[in-house]
């Protein structure tokens, strides 16, 4: 069955930075879309960034733009989150989610996405 897995959450101040990594295993789809998620309690879940193997640019929320970063590697199909300047509203539990069926558009939409990690979870203090 298809594994997402998530690692690299931690704790940070305000200002700083962290990276998340998302490893796709038992995927055997040439075609794919991934993103980043995250959620707080009593929030609906939102798309914080995402990329596809092709078709177009990475798409970010507005609210990480210039400070998000994700580098997707289609061989290895991971997709890995750049955070700087790291804010408290960016504390959350951080998601990745993995979908076979190739679609360029709503990449921040949650209900198009198949396969989902467990979390992990990142905490900034100010």
């Known amino acids: 069955q298809v594994q997402v897995l998530e690692s690299g959450g931690d704790s940070v101040q305000a200002g700083g930075s962290l990276t998340l990594v998302c490893t796709v295993s038992?995927?055997?789809?040439?075609?794919?879309?991934m993103g980043w998620f995250r959620q707080v309690p009593g929030y609906e879940r939102e798309g914080v960034a995402a990329a596809c193997t092709s078709g177009g640019r990475p798409v970010y929320a507005d609210s990480v733009k210039g400070r998000f970063t994700v580098n997707r590697d289609n061989a290895k199909k991971t997709l890995t989150l750049e955070m700087n300047r790291l804010k408290p509203d960016d504390t959350g539990m951080y998601y990745c989610a993995a979908d076979s069926r190739y679609l360029a558009t709503g990449l921040l939409q949650t209900q198009r996405f198949q396969y989902w990690g467990q979390g992990t979870q990142v905490v900034v203090s100010s």
């Open positions: 038992r995927f055997p789809f040439s075609e794919w879309c």
